[in-house]
């Protein structure tokens, strides 16, 4: 993954920041002088100091330029060290289930005002209803193919060749969101009792799943950042029977972490090379504010790859239209969507489809993401300003989560009940691993604005972990 020069910039002041040269409430060169210094533009300077005013390394001041904050912000979350746990069942805690219940999962105040309103929403709505009037009789009487719409998948499959990953709309089973397709996916490849390999921290929807489905986890501790690396899954198949892991390359959640182009590589030929199943969860994919990365299946030659998603985050949670390209166990899992939903409702595909064939996606996306950029900036510039006690946080370059680490003695988990007693829905961190792990972690999503009652929900978990409520 090639990085843009103004993030190699703010890399460089960071560690100016870090290492002491740059010292707090120290005046930074001008923008001009920094641009002639590093022979970049001027706006290439501005968008590093951006990025470190979002991260709090930085503030800027009226008339008088940008000086180091006084308080320096640590760094991003520790990651665990590769544990000798052995696989276990999975037993997942209540509170996964009341969050989703609350309809909470990435919205502190879930009963506060939303954005709206939106207008790719409802050009989408006039292009489900049109669908929904053409032919009404032969949609009441007659399913679709297992596989879903053709239209629609060849629609998916344009998508990705723009992502550098050539899939054939063939190749593609619609499903009834990413949920579905990581279920079907485990299905697929899996029996009770195997083994799967997950991220720690982990997307508590596949840890659902797997204690659904009676398998054994052994986590694999991952970096906040850069996430999985193959020498760690290695270490890992070659101690277990592993027979498949559950991976997300691109924007992942809780993290944010993104793995570099070359890892990707490699992990797919390790796939290959231990006969491994690779089930990628692609739902934040399309969600990067600079760069659209590709995927793991674009480096899957052998079929050992199946590629889950939807456009649940990236469009509507609404609309429970998912997709999985199955490489060699496709045929496996339309049969296995034959047996447990049968079909897709041809209106919302063909909706969805002509949505798509009309560019309004691609132009939704490419607001959406600077929309939601600019969100985890204020998300970040709010923590910064409230929360006056130490703690670490990500700074993801894509997707609606960050992470954060606060100190150990504060296990988030315990805040969880008083809190909603204030209408605060947080995401504790013991969600994310199915062996204790991560118990003083919280996951804080810039899907939503950090205003109003948002903003006064982030000034009360303040008071809470400072120990001032």
């Not at 707090?24 to 951006?50: C, D, M, N, Y």
């Not at 182009?261 to 600079?290: N, S, W």
């Not at 969100?375 to 300003?385: C, F, H, T, Y």
Request: proline share 6%.
């Amino acid at each position: 993954m090639t990085s843009f020069i103004y993030e190699q910039l703010a890399q460089h002041f960071s560690e100016q920041i870090h290492t002491g040269l740059w010292r707090p409430q120290q005046r930074l060169p001008s923008i001009r002088q920094l641009s002639e210094q590093f022979g970049v533009a001027k706006i290439t300077v501005q968008h590093a100091l951006h990025k470190l005013e979002a991260s709090g390394l930085v503030e800027a001041r009226p008339r008088s330029g940008y000086f180091v904050s006084q308080r320096t912000v640590p760094g991003v979350p520790s990651t665990r060290r590769l544990l000798n746990t052995q696989p276990s069942l999975v037993n997942m805690p209540l509170i996964f289930q009341d969050i989703m219940a609350r309809s909470a999962a990435f919205d502190l105040c879930p009963g506060a005002p939303v954005h709206e309103p939106v207008n790719h929403l409802l050009q989408l709505n006039r292009h489900i209803g049109r669908a929904m009037r053409q032919h009404p009789y032969n949609k009441a009487v007659y399913y679709t193919g297992p596989q879903g719409n053709p239209a629609l998948r060849e629609q998916i499959a344009l998508l990705y060749r723009g992502r550098n990953c050539a899939l054939d709309a063939a190749a593609l089973c619609i499903t009834a969101g990413c949920q579905n397709s990581l279920f079907l996916a485990l299905m697929s490849c899996c029996e009770p009792g195997d083994t799967v390999a997950v991220e720690s921290p982990a997307f508590y929807g596949v840890l659902q799943l797997l204690q659904q489905l009676r398998l054994k986890v052994v986590e694999i501790p991952v970096s906040p950042t850069l996430g999985l690396k193959a020498a760690d899954l290695e270490a890992v198949i070659r101690k277990w029977p592993v027979k498949a892991c559950v991976v997300t390359a691109s924007f992942a959640t809780p993290t944010g972490a993104s793995i570099p182009g070359e890892e990707k590589r490699q992990l797919v030929a390790l796939a290959d090379k231990y006969e491994l199943t690779l089930i990628e969860d692609d739902i934040y994919g399309d969600l990067g504010f600079h760069f659209r990365p590709e995927p793991l299946k674009a480096f899957d030659k052998n079929g050992n790859v199946i590629l889950c998603s939807s456009i649940s985050k990236s469009l509507s949670r609404d609309l429970r239209l998912g997709w999985v390209a199955g490489g060699r166990h496709h045929d496996k899992i339309v049969h296995l969507k034959l047996i447990n939903q049968l079909a897709s409702g041809q209106a919302m595909q063909e909706g969805l489809a002509s949505f798509m064939a009309e560019g309004h996606y691609k132009r939704h996306l490419l607001q959406y993401r600077q929309q939601l950029k600019r969100q985890r900036d204020d998300l970040l510039k709010a923590l910064n300003e409230l929360w006056q006690f130490p703690f670490r946080y990500t700074v993801p370059e894509g997707g609606i989560a960050l992470w954060l680490e606060l100190q150990k003695q504060q296990d988030t988990s315990r805040y969880y009940q008083p809190l909603l007693k204030e209408n605060i829905v947080i995401t504790p961190g013991a969600l994310f691993s199915t062996q204790g792990h991560f118990n003083h972690y919280l996951r804080l999503s810039f899907a939503h604005p950090a205003t109003g009652p948002r903003r006064q929900a982030l000034a009360r978990l303040a008071e809470i972990f400072a120990g001032r409520g």
